[in-house]
């Protein structure tokens, strides 16, 4: 009878150490998933709306030949209406990270402007925020 309740014992010790582990399994990968979306890891920027398709190419060829072509491209947009947030801060965000080494100043100027037109319920927030600590 003892080996029979030490048996039992040991068996009820192992399946609550084994829901234990499962449940912190799932734990952990639910805060993996929640960093990433915090991060903004899971979202396109290619998917973003505010950028017509006739201005796409322009853009990635300025993104390709380096900050000064990219301004220029940004500086174009403005007189175009139907480029708009989000895809347009995006863009904006990666000129500031592109002349962060150069001009400091500039880049921490167009993030305060960018934050400064973006709610908080805006799909490039989470990149605002990742950016914070390096422009604010």
């Known amino acids: ?56 190419v322009k853009m990635r060829e300025a993104q390709q030949a380096g900050p000064e072509r990219l301004k220029l491209f940004l500086d174009e947009c403005t007189r175009f209406p139907d480029v708009k947030d989000p895809r347009l801060a995006w863009v904006q965000l990666d000129y500031a990270v592109l002349v962060s080494n150069k001009d400091p100043v500039e880049a921490k100027k167009i993030y305060a402007e960018v934050k400064k037109r973006t709610p908080p319920d805006s799909p490039i927030w989470p990149r605002l925020r990742q950016l914070a600590k390096t422009y604010e």
Not at 6 to 14: P, S
Not at 28 to 56: C, F, S, V
């Open 1 to 56: 009878m003892k080996t029979l309740i030490a048996l039992l014992i040991v068996l009820v010790v192992g399946i609550g150490a084994y829901k234990i582990y499962e449940h912190w399994n799932v734990v952990k990968e639910r805060g993996i998933l929640e960093q990433k979306a915090a991060a903004g890891a899971d979202i396109d920027p290619e998917t973003l709306p505010g950028m017509p398709w006739q201005l796409i």
